[in-house]
């Protein structure tokens, strides 16, 4: 599936007038930096000039390329299958207009015409594909940073939302993927594939419902056991079960076999759209961390926030060795707490957080750090974003910088050097939970 | 307390110099417009400039004002409050060094003086205080905006990371009071002030543990009955209880009891940190909302996952009437869902989202309405915002725009008509599950 996410070379068919779904993909290819050849197809011929770059308007696809990428009106998608399937190998069928509005034989004759071709597809009536790191973006969704994420979304527009989403909490994707109505390649073959993509450090799956169960749960087994696997299965209640077979044609099915299988494969299971983003973040950090937390903080309330949500979670508060009580008191002013969780105290500086962090870092009883700060007026959040990146620490530390523009520059800091920021105690004792699920 | 909240004149006493605590909240103070008296006190005398304008520092408080704002060292403030008591009517004492470190004693002379002149005390060991609309804002904290919320909180920490984070969710604030060490106000007198207060439309108290449960409750009970008051309580663990114990030094003591007071007085708890910021913004919007939910989506998936968290949190989906079933197929494409969750499919205008949510206001099987709008490239986000402001409905509206910069346009919109954007749609179901619980 490399020429789906690294292709070489990408015909485009449909409309390229302003505002046509044809013309938003590949200007979204252009401007994403995509190097390899790009043809544009269009009965009609002409060029379009898009991101200052003009391109000819082919009459018809006179050459092989990797893929082809298609928003025609649904009733000329099989012949065109049949006439470019010679020279595609892949194509992502961005029409909607086949079962999921009622027009199954549609989607029956196109498949058809792939598989005489031996032609993959996905889709219809989908939002489109990222191969983020060979630069090509195949969607008309927002762009997004490069990255460990593979998002794999049975809904266009979640996934849509989840991309822009991504962006403002820092996420980096290797790929995304809307399969739509999956009537060839679905949720399963995107498993298996980002299990073994060498740029895929986490795998998030939206889904509504799997028609081959089976295959389903051996797909997650093999992803599972390669690298993090998060999963929000929407359609868990009876009225929303209803609504995601109303609009995707799937049977949302039990939702306790699912949840059931989701566990004996392995992967995360989310509850919702945020944690989903946080999972995400956490796994695109660390592969796993073992389940004693210590808590650093400057303020008490927050770090007492966190310590009753890991608690709740079934995650420990490490209890620190003797010797690491010991040092901390060593250079620790004395209003400080040197039990778990540790408070430094308002105005805790560069110097007092890195080096309480080494030296907890050490302790064998910590299995992993969940660093707070709230920045008091005489202390940028840059210094301690600074101390966190400067401290010699080779276990996981989540991080929690409240709040808004107070800790803007230290985010953005931590940011650029590869660490996420986690916006409440909660959540980002809720990161250290899932990590714990792999240990 | 309207003196606290409302002042008509306030003192400051404290260093002036650069970076000082007391400089800062002066310099507060008149960026935040205050119109009241100002006067800056420390024996050392000079001038102060904060914003543009000058003060002359006074050796001493040499005539009457309503506050007073206390940042000197601990061990000065018992004598400052005897030497200014007949001068004043209420303090706030920022300075910390009192029983939260042990000096127990300190803080009984700081009260004893307090008691000798009647002057009520805020604090000490406090991060000061705001009355948002008499643009008094009385701490170093981050100014906030006009609205309806009074946040309440034992930990100066959470509340500046609450106020900086309620500024990024577009909530409006009534009043600020940290109350730190509660020495003599404490979240009960504050309770029952912000019952009474008519900007106020919903209280939020952050609290670790209560000194007098009875009288907890009763005002609890008494605020309840007058307006929302949302909960969060911290120390719920037991490695969080005792940390809330160390570093507070109240008993935070057994969380069942407080989670039967809580509901006993018909407060409305929340279990963390975000959840308090939704639920703010849905009682500063609504004062509550009925358990019979439409849900009105441009995308099936987000739909979906609305409808699930609703269930779940035991509200239920509209059954629509058979009048507007019709009414709502008279005018909608045939693609699209009538059935709640409604799915207006993605190239929803303005004029679908807008007759329909009018359609659905009619129905009397309807309580609330969840408007769910992912914009596609080729519908801005203002169009759909604008729907919403127009639309003719006088039910509770609680929106949910996704995501990110695809939004940033209609979300400001909503805003600047005083319409909070929820950023997901589980969030936005939680909304309306603190409304339900008023109802």
Same mark, same amino acid.
Request: proline share 4%.
């Given at each position: 599936?490399?020429?789906?996410?690294?292709?070489?070379?990408?015909?485009?068919?449909?409309?390229?007038?302003?505002?046509?779904?044809?013309?938003?993909?590949?200007?979204?290819?252009?401007?994403?930096?995509?190097?390899?050849?790009?043809?544009?197809?269009?009965?009609?011929?002409?060029?379009?000039?898009?991101?200052?770059?003009?391109?000819?308007?082919?009459?018809?696809?006179?050459?092989?390329?990797?893929?082809?990428?298609?928003?025609?009106?649904?009733?000329?998608?099989?012949?065109?299958?049949?006439?470019?399937?010679?020279?595609?190998?892949?194509?992502?069928?961005?029409?909607?207009?086949?079962?999921?509005?009622?027009?199954?034989?549609?989607?029956?004759?196109?498949?058809?015409? *792939?598989?005489?071709?031996?032609?993959?597809?996905?889709?219809?009536?989908?939002?489109?594909?990222?191969?983020?790191?060979?630069?090509?973006?195949?969607?008309?969704?927002?762009?997004?940073?490069?990255?460990?994420?593979?998002?794999?979304?049975?809904?266009?527009?979640?996934?849509?939302?989840?991309?822009?989403?991504?962006?403002?909490?820092?996420?980096?994707?290797?790929?995304?993927?809307?399969?739509?109505?999956?009537?060839?390649?679905?949720?399963?073959?995107?498993?298996?594939?980002?299990?073994?993509?060498?740029?895929?450090?986490?795998?998030?799956?939206?889904?509504? #419902?799997?028609?081959? #169960?089976?295959?389903?749960?051996?797909?997650?087994?093999?992803?599972?056991?390669?690298?993090?696997?998060?999963?929000?299965?929407?359609?868990?209640?009876?009225?929303?079960?209803?609504?995601?077979?109303?609009?995707? #044609?799937?049977?949302?099915?039990?939702?306790?076999?699912?949840?059931?299988?989701?566990?004996?494969?392995?992967?995360?299971?989310?509850?919702?759209?945020?944690?989903?983003?946080?999972?995400?973040?956490?796994?695109?950090?660390?592969?796993?961390?073992?389940?004693?937390?210590?808590?650093?903080?400057?303020?008490?309330?927050?770090?007492?926030?966190?310590?009753?949500?890991?608690?709740?979670?079934?995650?420990?508060?490490?209890?620190?060795?003797?010797?690491?009580?010991?040092?901390?008191?060593?250079?620790?002013?004395?209003?400080?707490?040197?039990?778990?969780?540790?408070?430094?105290?308002?105005?805790?500086?560069?110097?007092?957080?890195?080096?309480?962090?080494?030296?907890?870092?050490?302790?064998?009883?910590?299995?992993?750090?969940?660093?707070?700060?709230?920045?008091?007026?005489?202390?940028?959040?840059?210094?301690?974003?600074?101390?966190?990146?400067?401290?010699?620490?080779?276990?996981?530390?989540?991080?929690?910088?409240?709040?808004?523009?107070?800790?803007?520059?230290?985010?953005?800091?931590?940011?650029?050097?590869?660490?996420?920021?986690?916006?409440?105690?909660?959540? *980002?004792?809720?990161?250290?939970?899932?990590?714990?699920?792999?240990?």
């Amino acid at each position: 599936m490399d020429f789906f996410f690294y292709p070489s070379s990408v015909a485009l068919f449909g409309s390229f007038r302003e505002g046509a779904i044809a013309r938003e993909i590949l200007r979204n290819i252009v401007e994403g930096g995509f190097e390899g050849k790009i043809i544009a197809v269009n009965p009609r011929g002409g060029t379009v000039e898009v991101a200052g770059k003009t391109f000819e308007v082919r009459d018809r696809l006179d050459e092989a390329v990797d893929l082809a990428i298609i928003a025609v009106p649904a009733r000329f998608v099989p012949s065109l299958i049949d006439e470019i399937g010679p020279l595609i190998k892949g194509a992502v069928v961005i029409s909607a207009g086949f079962s999921e509005v009622g027009n199954d034989e549609l989607e029956r004759e196109l498949i058809e015409k *792939a598989k005489k071709h031996k032609v993959r597809i996905i889709g219809p009536n989908c939002a489109g594909i990222f191969g983020v790191h060979a630069r090509f973006f195949g969607s008309f969704e927002v762009r997004v940073k490069p990255g460990g994420l593979a998002l794999i979304s049975q809904s266009g527009a979640f996934g849509g939302a989840a991309l822009a989403m991504g962006n403002e909490e820092g996420i980096g994707f290797s790929a995304f993927v809307s399969y739509g109505n999956a009537a060839d390649l679905n949720e399963s073959d995107f498993l298996e594939y980002f299990a073994d993509d060498e740029n895929t450090k986490a795998i998030a799956l939206y889904v509504e #419902g799997v028609r081959d #169960g089976r295959r389903f749960l051996n797909a997650l087994r093999y992803a599972s056991r390669k690298k993090p696997v998060i999963v929000l299965k929407a359609g868990k209640s009876v009225s929303g079960a209803k609504a995601a077979a109303s609009h995707t #044609g799937s049977l949302a099915g039990s939702y306790e076999i699912y949840r059931a299988a989701f566990r004996q494969a392995g992967a995360i299971e989310v509850e919702e759209m945020e944690e989903l983003f946080d999972a995400a973040k956490a796994f695109e950090m660390y592969p796993k961390a073992g389940r004693r937390v210590a808590v650093i903080t400057n303020s008490g309330g927050p770090g007492v926030l966190a310590t009753d949500r890991l608690e709740k979670l079934g995650l420990e508060m490490a209890g620190l060795s003797e010797k690491t009580v010991g040092e901390l008191r060593s250079f620790l002013p004395p209003q400080c707490s040197v039990k778990n969780p540790i408070d430094l105290i308002a105005d805790a500086d560069y110097e007092r957080y890195k080096r309480t962090i080494e030296t907890v870092c050490k302790d064998e009883n910590v299995d992993s750090l969940l660093v707070i700060c709230v920045p008091p007026i005489f202390v940028p959040s840059r210094e301690v974003a600074r101390a966190i990146l400067d401290a010699n620490c080779n276990k996981p530390v989540i991080v929690n910088f409240m709040a808004g523009e107070l800790v803007r520059d230290g985010v953005e800091l931590l940011e650029k050097e590869g660490i996420k920021n986690f916006p409440t105690p909660e959540r *980002a004792a809720r990161a250290l939970h899932w990590l714990s699920l792999r240990s």
